[in-house]
């Protein structure tokens, strides 16, 4: 296993995202990438098909993917005048946008969900992250600020700061 820093939030985000952007994760740096491979500059798209195995896809929920996330949180939620709407919601035309817009009428479930979704999609990381290889390190040697570097009125400042 490799150790790397990886902002597992970010990539968190990057397995949830809905948007059109292509995201990678470097294996050497734990740099999170988003582009749109059809606007990649060529220099960039060659350095990174030249390197394989620096460069992994970061995979994306689909459709079915969100809608089984939504459905294990109903199992768990114990909001009874809730429970009914959200689970219709799911069930009908344009179900994460139905789900989300009922889910706004009751604040401790929409806490629920925030916090279920969090754990649930950080799971999914690690497990992804295991099967690349990847041991997510609370610090890496290459990216420790070195004190030295910093400026004396810098350092001051962040004397109650763990760096």
């Known amino acids: 296993m490799t150790l790397l ?3 597992l939030d970010r990539l968190a985000e990057a397995f949830d995202a809905q948007d059109r952007l292509d ?5 050497e740096t734990g740099e999170i990438r988003a582009f749109r491979a059809e606007s990649l500059p060529f220099e960039e798209q060659e350095a990174l098909e030249s390197r394989p195995d620096r460069y992994v896809a970061i995979p994306r929920l689909n459709l079915e993917d969100r809608i089984a996330l939504r459905e294990a949180f109903l199992q768990e939620l114990r909001e009874p005048h809730a429970h009914p709407l959200l689970t219709l919601a799911l069930s009908g035309r344009k179900p994460l946008r139905t789900f989300d817009y ?4 009751f604040p401790a479930a929409q806490t629920a969900w925030s916090r279920f979704q969090t754990t649930r999609l950080r799971e999914d990381v690690l497990a992804w ?6 041991e997510p390190g609370a610090g890496h040697p290459a990216q420790t600020p070195d004190r030295h570097d910093i400026p ?3 350092l001051r400042r962040l004397k109650g700061a763990s760096l």
């Open 102 to 105: 009922e889910l706004e009428q």
């Open 5 to 7: 820093t990886i902002d």
């Open 23 to 27: 995201r990678i994760l470097d294996l």
């Open 129 to 134: 992250l295991a099967e690349q290889g990847v």
């Open 152 to 154: 004396k009125d810098i």
